[in-house]
């Protein structure tokens, strides 16, 4: 009994640390650092301190916290990453966040995806751009207002 105890104890250890790990190895890095170095972050799993302007269908972006003033999508365009989840974490994050509410400040933890080649992107649908983070986790939302001049994101041509 004493032996299926210590077993059952080392696995729970190790998915813990298995599930912990990962976020524990996010490279740290703002929006502006993944659109000006996409091929060095490409694949790997990072952590960005953005706001989230919700938009149409899925036309949801990150952009960086450090200027929001700028963040307007009808004058000149900021770097910004398409923000998206997969079907199996797609839950996890969007209970995460008020989805269709203002813009929200938070801390997002994903893979990031350089996808350069317009042809290879999505079809069918609006045109994500070439930088997507693929988002596996939220933390850190802010408690901040986003200026009103930003607003959420609207459509883009």
Request: aromatic residues 12%; proline residues 7%; neutral net charge.
């Amino acid at each position: 009994m004493q032996r299926i105890r210590q077993f059952v104890l080392m696995v729970c250890i190790t998915l813990c640390c298995v599930v912990c790990f990962p976020q524990g190895l996010a490279t740290i890095a703002s929006v502006a650092d993944l659109s000006k170095n996409p091929r060095k972050f490409d694949g790997r799993l990072v952590r960005v301190r953005a706001w989230l302007a919700f938009g149409w269908e899925g036309d949801n972006f990150l952009f960086d916290s450090s200027e929001p003033e700028s963040h307007n999508m009808h004058s000149h365009r900021p770097p910004r990453v398409w923000f998206y989840s997969k079907s199996d974490r797609e839950r996890q994050v969007w209970d995460a966040l008020n989805f269709g509410g203002p813009a929200v400040l938070g801390t997002f933890t994903g893979y990031f995806h350089f996808v350069p080649d317009q042809k290879s992107r999505m079809k069918d649908v609006f045109d994500p751009g070439p930088f997507q983070l693929e988002v596996i986790g939220v933390s850190d939302l802010g408690t901040e207002t986003k200026p009103d001049k930003i607003g959420s994101a609207t459509p883009h041509n």
